[in-house]
């Protein structure tokens, strides 16, 4: 309760800055030393909430569906690409974590190329990717392996970390045991890697969702959020109001990814107390 109450101040409070700054702020932007720091407070610019949530209402078209059952399609188009994405970005980044764990040398001589990955820009990767599958993969397929891009990364960094926590003297007791790095990894380093890994997991479905918008722009897979984004903007100067309800689907998409990965995450970390409990 104490987190839901939270999370309606959050919107709450930003829904008052929002229109507390439409009513105060210049229609032109503030300007600091010539530059503009803050955006314009005017209607094109920055639309009424209450004008977003009409045009939610409205017909996309004269006569056609309302916009928010087109919004809600393309964030289920999306939905079902970026869970494509995460979930083998997911089990790629444990393999890496696994496998740098196991050999120092492949930590040493890997980890660099790990994160020097996510230098690249992920404009310039995309239509690479594109390229590349061709007629191999379907579009749907191309814009998954750019999700999944995005998402190795957190999993395969904290999953590292986390199996590297535990302390020498539990080590130790293992190794006492005759336990072999098979049975450690199960017993004793993933236990304690879960506190690093849901973290790394909830960065990995907004990661997911950001590549998944992204490598829709950029590839022109028609069908989800991200198009639907572009080509809503086409309509900005005449129906504002239009492009934020694409904005706010893509946006409740990433809030709908990070959710499902904590309610993975309540039954396990609870699973985890018990165990430490009966073995104290």
Do not use: N
């Amino acid at each position: 309760m104490r987190r839901v109450l939270s999370v309606l101040a959050g919107l709450i409070a930003a829904a008052l800055v929002w229109e507390g700054y439409k009513a105060a702020g210049d229609p032109e932007g503030t300007v600091l030393f010539g530059v503009r720091v803050l955006p314009r407070a005017d209607d094109l610019s920055m639309p009424h909430l209450w004008t977003i949530v009409q045009r939610l209402a409205d017909p996309e078209m004269t006569g056609g569906r309302p916009v928010w059952r087109v919004v809600l399609d393309a964030c289920v188009f999306t939905l079902g690409i970026t869970a494509a994405g995460f979930l083998v970005g997911a089990v790629i980044g444990l393999l890496l974590a696994a496998a740098m764990q196991r050999f120092r040398i492949v930590e040493r001589g890997l980890l660099p190329y790990v994160i020097l990955s996510q230098t690249v820009p992920l404009v310039a990767l995309a239509p690479l990717i594109a390229g590349w599958g061709g007629t191999l993969m379907p579009p749907w397929a191309t814009v998954a392996v750019i999700a999944a891009y995005l998402a190795f990364f957190p999993v395969a960094v904290g999953m590292l970390r986390g199996l590297q926590s535990p302390a020498d003297s539990g080590v130790e007791l293992m190794r006492s045991y005759a336990a072999g790095w098979w049975r450690t990894l199960v017993k004793l380093r993933f236990p304690a890697a879960l506190p690093y890994l849901f973290p790394a997991l909830r960065l990995a479905g907004a990661a997911a969702v950001v590549g998944a918008v992204v490598g829709e722009i950029s590839t022109g897979t028609r069908g989800g959020i991200g198009r639907l984004i572009i080509e809503y903007s086409r309509e900005a100067t005449s129906d504002p109001a239009k492009v934020y309800t694409a904005m706010i689907g893509a946006a409740l998409l990433g809030l709908l990814v990070a959710g499902f990965v904590s309610l993975l995450e309540l039954p396990l970390m609870r699973h985890r107390r018990h165990v430490e409990v009966v073995t104290l």
